[in-house]
């Protein structure tokens, strides 16, 4: 089944130990984003790609980075993991704008990153 | 700037019984609107969309209205299981028509036995 990967499921950090996770797809989508979800909170965009074009989110910190090196794959890097970047982190991906400009995201599972 | 409102309260409900949540939203009139449902521990998965000019959307249990003079969707499951027990999140386009939606933070459902 096509579907969106994240691995690894659970990563524990130490309090500025560089992270990264990873992220791929066998949809083939075009769009690839990362969200940050806290508890009970809404998925909080990143940053995302259209195809290889990189979009920042304008309050992401520069702790964060991405790089997409073909369609299938997307990586988040946190270079200096703080005590507040404990959190869910989600990939998604989307496909070429559909009818009227419609899409779903597509979900991985997730990574629960730990900083201890 | 746009901002969607979700009941932050569970809403618990018995088996059998028709779910009802809300999505209410401000400063924006979206084309379509997206319903999600999250599990714990997992990332959202897609339910239903419906678009701006559609009053209501049926897919099995599932229902979907969207009032663009309230600015409210209500999402619906009836004859509801224990199953169903989940976060349900509103997602809508950012303004200016753009492909990349913004979530709300979602209610979550218990359906008790």
Redesign the interface.
Known sequence: DAMVIQNPRYQVTQFGKPVTLSCSQTLNHNVMYWYQQKSSQAPKLLFHYYDKDFNNEADTPDNFQSRRPNTSFCFLDIRSPGLGDAAMYLCATSGREGLAGVNEQFFGPGTRLTVL | SQK?EQN?EALNIQEGKTATLTCNYTNYSP??L?W?RQDP??????LL?I?ENEKEKRKERLKVTFDTTLKQSLFHITASQPADSATY?C?L?RKG?S????????TSLIVHP
């Not at chain 2, 521990?41 to 897609?46: A, E, H, L, S, Y």
């Not at chain 2, 492909?99 to 979602?106: A, K, N, Q, S, V």
């Open positions: 969607i932050s084309a379509y997206q999600y521990g997992r990332g959202p998965v897609f969309l678009r999140l997602a386009p028509g492909y990349i939606p913004t979530f709300g933070r979602g």
